[in-house]
């Protein structure tokens, strides 16, 4: 999806904000935002339960 967004943005640079900026936009933040917690919780499923919580500190978001 980020991909996606990111052809987009690269193709479509002389068109109007709606048609032209905004999708790419969009398709950009779905992919990142799909994809963040996906990762983040693969990274701290390993840890024991008493770990978890310092594991993923780094992560700015919930899970």
């Known amino acids: 999806m980020f991909g996606a967004g990111a052809l987009w943005l690269s193709l479509h640079l002389d068109g109007s904000y709606a048609m032209g900026f905004l999708p790419g936009l969009l398709m950009t ?35």
């Open 29 to 63: 933040g779905l992919g990142v935002g799909l994809s963040t917690t996906s990762f983040t919780s693969a990274a701290v499923s390993q840890l024991p339960a008493d770990r978890v919580s310092t594991g993923r500190s780094w992560a700015p978001w919930p899970l």
